[in-house]
């Protein structure tokens, strides 16, 4: 029987490379966690309607790239294609917007499915950190946002990143600028599947990425000049705030982004090592969602980074993060005595936080010695039965190799007080 593989388009995280996975999570969660931001945790699946109506129906992610099924009980689920959707019906669901705390600051972070053409930064199954901010309608809070992005890119040491922003209006001139498109739009030589994409969600159609329909939309309304007097004031107010925070960034005109919900400020991350697949990270602000999925009216801000890509784009800019060996102390038993009371001392070790390996299976003292130098332990501990006669324990230091005897009922003081 032939071995199982990992479904087309996944791929599996395995060590070591899967600590620099980790890392990337929490680089990403840190700035948020200090800036008020909860941690959420929504399922991995969801009513089928809820992005259906939440993300659009126009949108790819919901008529092809979705994985809709049916449960035997008849329900109609899908796995989740993306965060925001998911992270606002469960504030909605457990009232967190009534709490008399307005904006409810989130962060999850966690898997995503899409039924996409896998490619290299582009996959069926990836991951997302990402943040909301509900409840609120503040230039400030849109401007928070993309700094601690920002902040968790360059704490990464990630260089080569760029911050595309743009203002889509809102309900009352994204509308005109709406019809002004699709005017333009009908006049142009596109195939039958854009022009409907032009008269269902005709800002889509500028996100078109073939060539020949970018040449046709040279000319095309530009929304900047549709904005309303509200819709310019809160963006400049943005865009000085940013700004100010040292942050720089590029007007993007034509930013429109694959997802319905979009109002005012949308933002994307690209990186310039990554081809084509070079968004690393976006988001936006959405006024209108919570009532497009039966909440009241709550404006609300947020993004989603993509881990898969930044661990990309840490390798494309030659980026090794500085991960610490994750063991301390390798320990090494020479005999049935020694490794009972070596195991006890393991335990003991990290219990008071001393991270600590053991030397499993009944490997020989050079097979042994090895492991101990692949974990990138600081110490080995070695107990033979001559140091148990003797009541102490040998402490070699991988790095110098000097070795000192250590009494047994010392060492794990001993050691916390060198590693602690
Ligand atoms: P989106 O929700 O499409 O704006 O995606 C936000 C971020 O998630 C993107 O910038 C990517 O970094 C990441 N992402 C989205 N789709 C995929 C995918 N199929 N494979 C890998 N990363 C993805």
């Avoid at 142009?188 to 990425?209: C, G, S």
């Avoid at 994307?268 to 968004?279: C, I, K, N």
Wanted: contains cysteine; hydrophobic residues 40%.
């Amino acid at each position: 029987m032939s071995t199982f593989q990992a479904p087309k388009g996944t791929y599996d995280l395995l060590p070591p490379d899967s600590a620099t996975y980790l890392a990337v999570r929490e680089a990403i969660a840190a700035p948020l966690r200090g800036a008020g931001y909860g941690y959420i945790e929504t399922p991995g699946f969801e009513n089928v309607e809820l992005f259906a109506r939440g993300v659009g129906e126009s949108t790819d992610i919901v008529t092809k790239e979705m994985y809709a099924f049916e449960t035997k009980g008849g329900d109609r689920l899908a796995l989740r294609p993306e965060g925001t959707a998911s992270v606002l019906r469960a504030a909605l669901e457990a009232n967190l917007h009534k709490a008399g705390n307005l904006p409810v600051k989130l962060w999850y972070s966690g898997s995503y499915y899409r039924y996409e053409r896998p490619q290299k930064g582009r996959y069926r199954h990836f991951s997302q950190v990402g943040a909301e901010a509900i409840g609120a309608e503040d230039p400030a809070l849109d401007a928070e946002l993309i700094i601690l992005a920002d902040q968790a890119y360059r704490s990464l040491g990630l260089r080569n990143f760029r911050i595309l922003l743009n203002s889509l209006g809102d309900r009352e001139c994204r509308p005109v600028y709406r019809a002004a498109l699709q005017d333009f739009l009908r006049g142009l030589d596109l195939d039958e599947e854009t022009l409907r994409r032009a008269e269902i969600n005709p800002l889509r159609v500028l996100d078109d990425k073939r060539e020949a329909v970018q040449k046709q939309l040279t000319g095309a309304p530009l929304l900047r000049d549709y904005l309303c007097d509200a819709c310019k004031a809160y963006h400049e107010e943005v865009r000085e705030l940013i700004g100010a925070a040292g942050v720089a960034f590029e007007d993007d005109t034509k930013l429109v982004r694959g997802l319905d919900y979009y109002t005012r400020t949308t933002f994307e991350f690209v990186h310039d090592g990554l081809g084509a697949q070079s968004a690393v990270g976006g988001g936006g602000r959405y006024d209108g969602l919570s009532e497009m999925i039966g909440g009241p009216e709550l404006p609300s801000v947020g993004w989603a980074l993509g881990v898969d890509r930044t661990v990309l784009a840490l390798e494309a800019e030659g980026v090794e993060l500085a991960l610490p060996a994750t063991t301390s102390v390798y320990a090494v038993p020479l005999g049935e005595e020694a490794r009972r009371v070596l195991f006890a001392k393991v335990t003991e070790l990290r219990k008071v936080g001393v991270s600590t390996d053991f030397c499993f299976g009944s490997k020989g003292m050079k097979a042994a010695m090895k492991s101990a130098n692949r974990s990138g332990a600081r110490y080995a501990l070695l107990l033979g039965e001559r140091d148990l006669a003797e009541n102490v324990v040998q402490l070699k230091d991988m790095e110098s190799g000097e070795q000192t005897a250590l009494g047994l009922d010392e060492v794990v003081a001993e050691l916390e007080s060198r590693l602690g």
